[in-house]
């Protein structure tokens, strides 16, 4: 888990980088695999530490909040 939270770290160093729609798709691959490497470790962390039967309630809780913080995410950056 440590490692995959310490590759999403630079994960928004890229879009600094940005100044051609091309380079936005090259970019965005990279961006997309920090970031996924990031969330399966949270995943794993969160599957391995739950009680035995539950797995899937709490993978329901997880994925639950995971996609408020992302769609509050979107809300907060429009906001901006």
Do not use: E
């Amino acid at each position: 888990m440590w490692w995959g939270a310490l590759v999403a770290v630079p994960q928004m160093i890229p879009p600094a980088f940005i100044h051609s729609g091309a380079l936005a798709q090259i970019l965005a691959a990279s961006i997309g695999l920090m970031g996924g490497i990031a969330t399966a470790a949270y995943f794993d962390l969160a599957m391995r530490s739950c009680p035995a039967g539950l797995q899937g309630t709490l993978m329901m809780l997880v994925d639950g909040v995971y996609i408020l913080s992302a769609r509050g995410g979107d809300v907060l950056g429009a906001r901006i």
